[in-house]
């Protein structure tokens, strides 16, 4: 179901709101739990809230009033955003049960634009994870393949969508946690440029990377989605004030004439020659819609993974020093002074994953390490950033793959936290360098399994990037 | 930059500490086993000369450098200095593991 059936379906009188929101909770009883297929994508459902939602725009329906862009469009929420009535527990047990007293900027624009909030959507323990095994409340399985990971760390967000429990969903992307998943479970997933838009409500892992953007069943949707969240937010200083574009409009634009730039970094060594093969059709199929490919180099892709590990983690270990049991959460018992308070309730509270991020991060801020890591990681930072700026100066986007391997089996990769992380590579350099991105369905490997296509837009420029992503969506038909 | 980076248990340990984490006899070797796997590799940023190179903290910072390159800085405008109302305290002090409704109550700091 797309959202503009949902809402005609609403606005012509042949469904309504609550039924259409009905059948999406009856399809997560049957499908989502033990009972069914054991997706495991949703950690807590709004049941009451989004029936009044779709009671209001039910009667929005009746009285003949047109309806908002997201009218009666069941949606789910990645559980590291803040939603009232909800717990927001970020995947860990150190938010067990914890009540957010306020919305999330991103959660209060999907409903003030008519969207029905279906429920909190699992994921890595505080978005750290490229698999969703990394929660608290049990991995997530990939729909597509039950023995799959459906990658991370907005596994669930993906996964909700994959399964049509949802039909659009919002997750967070700090290195590729949008982009991964909606490539591993067949779906669409954006991420915004920084500062599109408001993280106000999110429960912060890296400051400097952390993005919202949503997940939808096809590119129109994204559009739609992204429209509703962009902006600026005053309550979140590093949204930006640039005007929000027409980002439906422009998928009436034809892409002919549009320079596509090929990064032969992206084509390396690593890369599984199905993914290669898929990627390389959909550069023909752009050929042929008359665009210019372009061979162009971003040479410091390889130190990517190197970089973002130091910053994403540095950020983390200062973000993460909130959680100690005082305000909120999990609080150790039977301890005798506040110290022992902290460090026993971070060690109950946090996973292996967390903690050795914290770690990390800790030891790459300490005293005689700062400038060797951090400082050096923010230098290799600006490298990065001006490969993407000086690539944009000759073409319009950038098309390549966003995993360099369709997803494994669960389990497969636990043991080894660095091989976890190199399968981020082709997705961490857009995190650093502040631009958009997204991840397109473009086929499927001989065992069936999900392929997904990046298209890397400039700053602020999603129009470019989403007609790009319709043309190859198109081509799949 | 250290060369590829041999971190020690006692160095695990202190970090530990710093970062306020209590490790389990079981966590500490494997720590230090993950921190030099992953440290060995950040030590490939050594290969480049960075000498000169503006450091990068926020996305918005490097965005005017480039000739050409016309993104103003996100934040590049803040909300009005004005009051506005902040969270219900009642709210907010219900999610506090322990609180008297207008304090937060942790285990004493100085023993008398």
Same mark, same amino acid.
């Given at each position: 179901?797309?959202?503009?059936?949902?809402?005609?379906?609403?606005?012509?009188?042949?469904?309504?709101?609550?039924?259409?929101?009905?059948?999406?909770?009856?399809?997560?009883?049957?499908?989502?739990?033990?009972?069914?297929?054991?997706?495991?994508?949703?950690?807590?459902?709004?049941?009451?809230?989004?029936?009044?939602?779709?009671?209001?725009?039910? @009667?929005? !329906?009746?009285?003949? +009033?047109?309806?908002? *862009?997201? %009218?009666?469009?069941?949606?789910?929420?990645?559980?590291? /955003? &803040?939603?009232?009535?909800?717990?927001?527990?970020?995947?860990?047990?150190?938010?067990?049960?914890?009540?957010?007293?306020?919305?999330?900027?991103?959660?209060?624009?999907?409903?003030?634009?008519?969207?029905?909030?279906?429920?909190?959507?699992?994921?890595?323990?505080?978005?750290?994870?490229?698999?969703?095994?990394?929660?608290?409340?049990?991995?997530?399985?990939?729909?597509?393949?039950?023995?799959?990971?459906?990658?991370?760390?907005?596994?669930?967000?993906?996964?909700?969508?994959?399964?049509?429990?949802?039909?659009?969903?919002?997750?967070?992307?700090?290195?590729?946690?949008?982009?991964?998943?909606?490539?591993?479970?067949?779906?669409?997933?954006?991420?915004?440029?920084?500062?599109?838009?408001?993280?106000?409500?999110?429960? @912060?892992? !890296?400051?400097?990377? +952390?993005?919202?953007? *949503?997940? %939808?069943?096809?590119?129109?949707?994204?559009?739609?989605? /992204? &429209?509703?969240?962009?902006?600026?937010?005053?309550?979140?200083?590093?949204?930006?004030?640039?005007?929000?574009?027409?980002?439906?409009?422009?998928?009436?634009?034809?892409?002919?004439?549009?320079?596509?730039?090929?990064?032969?970094?992206?084509?390396?060594?690593?890369?599984?020659?199905?993914?290669?093969?898929?990627?390389?059709?959909?550069?023909?199929?752009?050929?042929?819609?008359?665009?210019?490919?372009?061979?162009?180099?971003?040479?410091?892709?390889?130190?990517?993974?190197?970089?973002?590990?130091?910053?994403?983690?540095?950020?983390?270990?200062?973000?993460?020093?909130?959680?100690?049991?005082?305000?909120?959460?999990?609080?150790?018992?039977?301890?005798?002074?506040?110290?022992?308070?902290?460090?026993?309730?971070?060690?109950?509270?946090?996973?292996?994953?967390?903690?050795?991020?914290?770690?990390?991060?800790?030891?790459?801020?300490?005293?005689?390490?700062?400038?060797?890591?951090?400082?050096?990681?923010?230098?290799?930072?600006?490298?990065?950033?001006?490969?993407?700026?000086?690539?944009?100066?000759?073409?319009?986007?950038?098309?390549?793959?966003?995993?360099?391997?369709?997803?494994?089996?669960?389990?497969?990769?636990?043991?080894?936290?660095?091989?976890?992380?190199?399968?981020?590579?082709?997705?961490?350099?857009?995190?650093?360098?502040?631009?958009?991105?997204?991840?397109?369905?473009?086929?499927?490997?001989?065992?069936?399994?999900?392929?997904?296509?990046?298209?890397?837009?400039?700053?602020?420029?999603?129009?470019?990037?989403?007609?790009?992503?319709?043309?190859?969506?198109?081509?799949?038909? | 930059?250290?060369?590829?980076?041999?971190?020690?248990?006692?160095?695990?340990?202190?970090?530990?500490?710093?970062?306020?984490?209590?490790?389990?006899?079981?966590?500490?070797?494997?720590?230090?086993?993950?921190?030099?796997?992953?440290?060995?590799?950040?030590?490939?940023?050594?290969?480049?000369?960075?000498?000169?190179?503006?450091?990068?903290?926020?996305?918005?910072?490097?965005?005017?450098?480039?000739?050409?390159?016309?993104?103003?800085?996100?934040?590049?405008?803040?909300?009005?200095?004005?009051?506005?109302?902040?969270?219900?305290?009642?709210?907010?002090?219900?999610?506090?593991?322990?609180?008297?409704?207008?304090?937060?109550?942790?285990?004493?700091?100085?023993?008398?």
């Amino acid at each position: 179901m797309t959202i503009e059936e949902v809402r005609t379906g609403i606005a012509t009188r042949a469904k309504t709101a609550i039924s259409v929101a009905e059948e999406h909770y009856a399809r997560i009883a049957a499908e989502d739990g033990p009972g069914g297929k054991a997706i495991n994508s949703f950690l807590a459902l709004s049941r009451d809230r989004a029936l009044a939602q779709a009671a209001k725009i039910d @009667a929005l !329906a009746a009285k003949g +009033d047109p309806l908002p *862009p997201l %009218a009666g469009v069941p949606v789910g929420i990645k559980d590291v /955003l &803040t939603m009232t009535g909800s717990p927001a527990t970020a995947g860990s047990l150190i938010l067990k049960g914890y009540m957010p007293p306020y919305d999330a900027t991103a959660v209060t624009r999907l409903e003030a634009a008519g969207a029905v909030l279906l429920g909190k959507l699992n994921c890595d323990e505080f978005a750290m994870g490229s698999s969703n095994e990394n929660s608290a409340y049990g991995p997530v399985r990939n729909p597509r393949a039950l023995d799959c990971v459906p990658g991370g760390s907005s596994g669930g967000s993906a996964a909700a969508v994959a399964a049509g429990f949802a039909v659009a969903s919002l997750g967070t992307d700090t290195g590729g946690s949008i982009r991964q998943p909606a490539a591993f479970c067949g779906v669409v997933g954006v991420l915004p440029t920084y500062g599109r838009v408001s993280r106000f409500g999110l429960i @912060a892992f !890296a400051s400097s990377l +952390d993005r919202v953007g *949503p997940f %939808a069943t096809n590119v129109r949707d994204a559009a739609t989605m /992204l &429209t509703v969240l962009a902006g600026q937010d005053a309550k979140d200083a590093t949204s930006s004030d640039r005007p929000v574009g027409d980002y439906v409009g422009a998928l009436a634009k034809p892409v002919n004439g549009l320079r596509i730039g090929v990064p032969a970094e992206y084509f390396g060594e690593g890369l599984n020659p199905e993914i290669r093969a898929a990627i390389e059709r959909q550069l023909d199929g752009l050929r042929a819609a008359g665009c210019e490919i372009k061979k162009i180099t971003l040479p410091h892709t390889r130190y990517a993974i190197p970089t973002y590990y130091v910053i994403a983690t540095a950020e983390a270990s200062a973000n993460l020093s909130r959680f100690d049991g005082v305000r909120f959460g999990l609080r150790a018992h039977d301890v005798k002074t506040l110290s022992a308070m902290f460090r026993e309730t971070r060690d109950q509270g946090f996973g292996a994953e967390v903690k050795r991020r914290i770690l990390l991060g800790t030891y790459a801020l300490s005293a005689g390490y700062y400038d060797a890591y951090y400082r050096k990681a923010q230098q290799v930072r600006t490298l990065l950033t001006r490969d993407f700026l000086a690539a944009f100066a000759q073409v319009d986007a950038i098309v390549g793959p966003i995993t360099p391997t369709p997803p494994w089996k669960l389990g497969e990769k636990t043991a080894d936290p660095l091989q976890m992380y190199l399968a981020d590579i082709y997705s961490v350099a857009a995190s650093l360098a502040g631009i958009c991105a997204i991840s397109v369905p473009c086929g499927q490997t001989a065992s069936g399994l999900p392929i997904g296509v990046q298209i890397m837009g400039p700053h602020f420029n999603e129009e470019t990037m989403l007609r790009v992503a319709l043309s190859i969506e198109t081509a799949q038909a | 930059m250290a060369d590829v980076a041999s971190v020690t248990l006692d160095e695990v340990l202190r970090v530990a500490e710093l970062a306020n984490l209590d490790l389990t006899a079981e966590e500490v070797p494997r720590m230090q086993r993950d921190l030099n796997a992953i440290l060995g590799h950040i030590a490939q940023l050594n290969e480049l000369d960075t000498s000169g190179v503006p450091a990068m903290a926020q996305v918005g910072e490097l965005l005017g450098e480039m000739e050409g390159a016309r993104i103003e800085s996100a934040g590049a405008t803040l909300r009005a200095d004005a009051l506005l109302p902040s969270l219900d305290r009642k709210a907010v002090m219900e999610s506090a593991p322990e609180s008297d409704g207008r304090f937060f109550k942790v285990p004493k700091v100085i023993e008398r």
